[in-house]
């Protein structure tokens, strides 16, 4: 469990973009229980006010996240260049001489206060329980990481990037495995076993370096070798078959390549064919269940009279295959006649007519035709599902003994090679040291690769008790995902725990590891129950960013012992259709509503749109809402912009104020 920052007070002093309020060069935001709103214009600064609080928290270092997904990357915290840290002095004239920021947030009952030069973000002081501390960025950087209940400060970093701020450039989490797996590591395992799971896997991926270094220096070695011994007279013929041999050899060697990238194709389609058939089966029996309690209601309407033991032998003979009794299977004439008599309100052992029961809820025939057809069409969608399951499969092993017997024409043709070489003249010490060194390579490979199939099993071997820690937690994710994505969607939705198998490194091998992973599944018009949406592009630009938000609100929720944090979020109304603007301000106010400590500090644009008014009036109560607001026409350094056109901007924070008021 890990403590997420909550942020309390900001000050920023003799900085030009914030003259601040009064004008005196101090500016001050205090971050109340609820919504914090940071009101501009474009140039005004609320994008530079965001990164000032990621970077007090975050300090002189940052967090080396790849393009696109994260996967097996080496998350390793790194200094900032010196042209990185005049981030903030190049937007003013003075190159922030003499301007500092200072933050004041809690974690958990810890108060920690950081302040900052904002000329090149050297530390200028900080407090620990409101006791001075001495100027060693070392130190702060472990009692952060310390007080947060992380491993290592670059977790600290990977929690601030992933799930505190929520910048524009903003990466779809939820569908991004790597970084799924390396929260769910600092958040719900303990400093030691999370620093022990990163200890193993970067061992894995240096011994998966190394190997591909050594390859790329053994085939090299290989060319060199064959060069040499074309230089050499042998016996008629036998050249010739060399040649001939080390051309099989490579073309082997070219397929085995080959069908190593198609297993690993083969082997994603194969786990998403198998997770597809899982859902179908469970739509299906989901599906069958309702139509047997129908059939039972049914039943028991018509038998008002027998006890729920015949009822229930009545209602399995209708949905059932084989008698409940005596287990024959040829039941269905008496099936047939069983459902006939329900139909027709006929007591099904006399076939008297029946009147209609007291005080039982009986279902219309449509509804009992409706729920068939439901099971008609999951039973169709799970046969596809169980198709492709096998295809899948099937392509899968017939590839896996493919690159068996390519392994075995491999070993034939290197013993072919190693044959047609030894009956050469025998030549000078050269090529004598260039086979041995070749043949030295050759065992460097063999071992390096049993060690690396080694190591990935003892990784798994870790990684079983580790996914099975987080997996105690993963029930409660799932529920608050589901309440808070519940708020914004018109479609069901719901995560689906999806362990991820996939290979840790590049070099190929069989020993896979399974990560601890969700998955979004959300329902639609055209399908059946819920489906899997494998990636960001089968949503909307709205759907995908709050279900993202409701994601890391979710693991806010369920991973902090206190169930507080704070989130930042950069102009949230960037891509929101006009018809989500009410459920998207609920998600948000769900969150910081005033009733927790929460905090959700928000920036936007005067006139951005109506998400902002209305998140303030569900978060706050009338007379309350313009306290949330920071508003940078007042404090900020005025552009051109709002300088030429102040009338406008007046009108339309006049606007803003009165629609604050409203109920």
């Known amino acids: 469990m890990a403590l997420f920052p909550l942020l309390k007070h900001v000050r920023i002093e003799k900085y030009g973009l914030y003259p601040g309020f009064a004008r005196d060069g101090t500016f001050e935001v205090t971050f109340r229980p609820g919504v914090t709103l940071i009101l501009g214009a474009n140039g005004l600064g609320k994008t530079t006010l965001m990164t000032l609080l990621y970077r007090m928290l975050a300090g002189t270092q940052e967090l080396g996240l790849p393009e696109g997904e994260v996967g097996n990357a080496r998350l390793e915290a790194y200094d900032l260049s010196a042209v990185q840290r005049k981030q903030f002095a190049n937007r003013v004239n003075d190159g922030a001489e003499n301007a500092t920021c200072e933050l004041t947030f809690d974690l958990g009952t810890t108060t920690f206060s950081v302040r900052r030069k904002l000329a090149n973000l050297a530390l200028d002081g900080w407090t620990l329980g409101g006791t001075d501390q ?10 952060v990481t310390h007080a947060a209940g992380l491993g290592t400060f670059s977790d600290w970093l990977l929690v601030l990037r992933t799930l505190v701020f929520f910048f524009e450039d903003r990466r779809a989490l939820v569908w991004d495995s790597g970084a799924q797996r390396q929260l769910l590591r600092c958040l719900l395992l303990t400093p030691t076993q999370a620093a022990d799971w990163t200890k193993q896997e970067r061992s894995i991926l240096s011994l998966d370096s190394r190997l591909r270094n050594l390859q790329a220096a053994f085939r090299k070695e290989e060319k060199i070798q064959r060069r040499q011994a074309t230089q050499i007279e042998d016996e008629p013929g036998v050249r010739d078959a060399l040649e001939v041999a080390e051309q099989r050899r490579q073309r082997l060697t070219d397929e085995r390549d080959a069908l190593t990238d198609r297993i690993r194709v083969a082997e994603r389609s194969r786990q998403e064919a198998r997770l597809s058939a899982l859902r179908a089966q469970d739509e299906y029996d989901r599906a069958l269940r309702e139509l047997e309690r129908a059939r039972l209601l049914a039943i028991e309407s018509r038998m008002p009279n027998a006890d729920q033991s015949v009822r229930f032998i009545y209602a399995r003979l209708m949905s059932d295959n084989q008698c409940l009794v005596c287990t024959a299977t040829d039941v269905a004439e008496v099936q047939a006649r069983l459902a006939e008599a329900v139909a027709q309100r006929h007591c099904v052992v006399c076939d008297s007519v029946l009147a209609p029961a007291v005080d039982v809820i009986e279902l219309n025939e449509e509804r009992l035709q409706e729920l068939q057809r439901r099971v008609e069409r999951s039973a169709t969608q799970l046969v596809v599902s169980a198709t492709n ?40 010490s050269r090529r004598k040291e260039l086979e041995d060194r070749f043949q030295t390579l050759n065992n460097m490979v063999t ?42 969607l018109y479609e069901e939705s719901r995560l689906s725990w999806t362990p991820d198998r996939r290979l840790v490194g590049q070099t190929g091998g069989d020993t896979y590891a399974e990560y601890p992973a ?54 949230p109304e960037s891509s929101l259709d006009a018809i989500f603007v009410d459920r998207a301000a609920t998600v948000l106010a769900r969150f910081a509503d005033g009733t927790s400590p929460n905090r959700l500090v928000v920036t936007s644009n005067l006139g951005a749109g109506p998400l902002v008014p209305e998140l303030l009036r569900k978060a706050a109560p009338p007379g309350e809402r313009a306290k949330t607001l920071t508003n940078l026409f007042k404090a900020g350094q005025p552009t051109k912009a709002m300088v030429d056109g102040v009338v406008e901007y007046e009108r339309y924070l006049a606007k803003l104020m009165i629609a604050l008021e409203e109920p």
Do not use: W
């Open 389 to 428: 399951r096998d295809e899948a499969h099937a392509a899968y092993l017939r590839d896996s003994e493919q690159l068996a017997l390519r392994a075995t024409e491999i070993e034939d043709a290197h013993q072919q090679v190693a044959n047609l070489v030894n009956q050469l003249p025998p030549d000078q």
């Open 447 to 488: 071992e390096l690769r049993a060690q690396l199939e080694t190591e990935r099993a003892t990784f798994n071997a870790s990684l079983d008790s580790f996914r099975a820690t987080i997996h105690q937690s993963a029930a409660r994710i799932k529920e608050h995902f589901e309440a808070v994505s519940s708020d914004f």
């Open 134 to 143: 001495a100027l060693d960025e070392q130190k702060l950087r472990d009692t």
């Open 518 to 571: 969700f998955s979004v599944e959300l329902g639609g018009s055209d399908f059946v129950g819920v489906q899997r949406r494998a990636n960001p592009a089968y949503v909307s630009e709205s759907q995908r960013e709050f279900i993202d938000l409701a994601f890391r609100m979710a693991l806010i929720e369920v991973t902090s012992p206190d169930h507080v944090g704070t989130i930042c979020i950069d102009a």
